[in-house]
């Protein structure tokens, strides 16, 4: 062996493992930590200044430079108090899986490439399309992101409810809750904004049937295809879950495609407690599921289910001359025909690693945790006055506001604001507002199976005191 390359190679053995001691060690302590860390102007100026260099650089340097100065500016997402957002917490197992899938650098596309892999893959989604309820006709894919599950979901609805010809004419349905991401895969795909109906929610957040039928009649009545009905089985927002049962009927009535986003929400098919809140996805035709949200699963892992893998392999099947000698028999599976990545990593294989050592018991445990931390965070808001609730505990989410009387909209939606930007700046915990019925309002989604009661409660506390200094200082 060449002696550059072998000091190389021992350079980098020692900074793994120094690395991999460092970082298990932030984990432990990972709540003496701020939520979130912002990379000042010096430190950008700095890593601008590097450049990328014509010789190499010694691997220790470019290690620490890389801790001290990139990893440790951002939103520790799996940290016990990260309530914004749908929080990332990460399982070391899922890690884990990560570092040694990256080690190999599977390439899934294919039975030829990664038999064992694409077993596992389909071991995985055959165990997620049980929990949903789906028959022996179901299968899917790990993609990257509840976004890609959305637009490969809504391109085989597509593929399956139009004709080409009658493309402009497809409309599809979404709630004023639905994910964003909904509308943009839905664009991405070409269909236009004005064939994309958003029907308001009622009083508890979900999608108001009446006002769905008559959208659809509507259409119907102006020659339009109503094609796809999009619910959410746990909306970013408040939690909510659209009545699953009543638009899957409604969808079989008009013989529409109905898609449930539940990027978020759908872990709680690992829940036998919770389960229940799901009925009816097992009548839709397609599902996305994010692993990286409730399932503690590093990013990026997400699946799209469906309940007739047809549906995919018909929308997304080629079959160019360099790819035919990946043939397949029965029982093997080439990914790529399901989806629109030819060249995929492993997604699936942390996830089966975490759920072989942790055993699907204490996954659906971890997910029931997150309702209950919810239900603290509601009970120490009601203990203070002058703070509303929005919308009650749901899944593991609730949202509030500080709502002294005597203030206007306006001055309420800057109070909430200020409270916010406050607790982010300190960095005991990280909070972030939303809008609901044009009010401004705080949100915690709390997922984090090791944030404890005092976590949820100091935090409150913490933003009561906030929101009294702050409002004080209005001088109103």
């Known amino acids: 062996m060449d002696l550059e390359l072998k000091t190389k190679n021992e350079q980098l053995c020692t900074a793994i493992q120094e690395f991999v001691q460092s970082f ?9 930590q701020k939520v979130i860390q912002i990379a000042d102007d010096e430190t950008i100026a700095k890593l601008r200044k590097v450049g990328i260099p014509k010789e190499g650089r010694p691997v220790k340097k470019v290690i620490d430079e890389m801790m001290q100065e990139v ?6 997402l799996q940290h016990p108090r990260c309530f914004a957002f749908i929080p990332g917490p990460v399982s070391l197992f899922s890690w884990l899986g990560d570092i040694m899938t990256s080690a190999y650098n599977t390439h899934a596309g294919s039975w030829l490439q990664s038999s064992s892999a694409s077993c596992i893959e389909q071991e995985v989604i055959r165990w997620m399309c049980k929990q949903a309820g789906y028959p022996n006709t179901s299968s899917g894919i790990f993609v990257s992101g509840g976004s890609m599950a959305n637009l490969t979901a809504l391109t085989a609805a597509r593929n399956v409810k139009l004709s080409e010809d009658k493309y402009g004419m497809g409309v599809a349905y979404v709630s004023e809750q639905t994910h964003s991401s909904v509308s943009k895969g839905l664009r991405i795909i070409g269909f236009r904004a004005d064939q994309i109906r958003k029907i308001p929610t009622d009083t508890a957040f979900r999608m108001d049937m009446t006002l769905l039928k008559k959208a659809v009649i509507d259409d119907l009545t102006a020659g339009n295809i109503p094609f796809a009905i999009i619910a959410s089985a746990g909306t970013t927002n408040t939690g909510s879950i659209d009545p699953l049962n009543e638009i899957a009927d409604f969808c079989k009535k008009h013989n529409i ?36 949200k409730w399932l503690m699963q590093t990013y990026a892992c997400s699946a799209i289910l469906v309940k007739d893998k047809k549906n995919l392999v018909n929308c997304f099947h080629t079959r160019p001359e360099y790819l035919k000698d990946a043939t397949i028999e029965d029982g093997q599976t080439n990914f790529w025909d399901y989806g629109p990545e030819l ?8 996830l089966w690693i975490t759920m072989q050592i942790m055993g699907t018991d204490a996954i659906g445990k971890a997910v029931e945790y997150g309702f209950q931390l919810a239900e603290w965070a509601e009970d120490e808001i009601k203990k203070h006055p002058n703070w509303e609730i929005t919308s009650p505990a749901q899944q593991a989410i609730v949202t509030f506001r500080y709502d002294p009387a005597g203030l206007t909209e306006q001055q309420l939606n800057y109070l909430n604001q200020q409270i916010s930007q ?3 700046n300190d960095g005991y915990a990280g909070i972030l507002t939303t809008e609901l019925k044009g009010k401004k309002v705080l949100r915690i989604c709390a997922i984090h199976p090791e944030t404890t ?24």
């Open 24 to 32: 298990i060690f932030s984990q432990e302590n990972m709540k003496s």
């Open 422 to 424: 406050k607790i982010l």
């Open 343 to 350: 060249t995929r990593p492993a997604r699936s294989l942390k």
């Open 71 to 76: 990893y440790s500016n951002q939103n520790i």
């Open 257 to 292: 495609w109905m898609h449930v986003d539940g990027a978020y929400g759908a872990s709680i098919l690992a829940s036998s407690k919770y389960k229940k809140l799901l009925n009816g996805i097992e009548h839709s035709d397609s599902i996305s599921w994010d692993a990286h």
């Open 453 to 476: 009661e005092e976590d949820i409660r100091s935090t409150i506390r913490l933003l009561d005191d906030y929101a009294c200094e702050i409002y004080s200082d209005l001088k109103i």
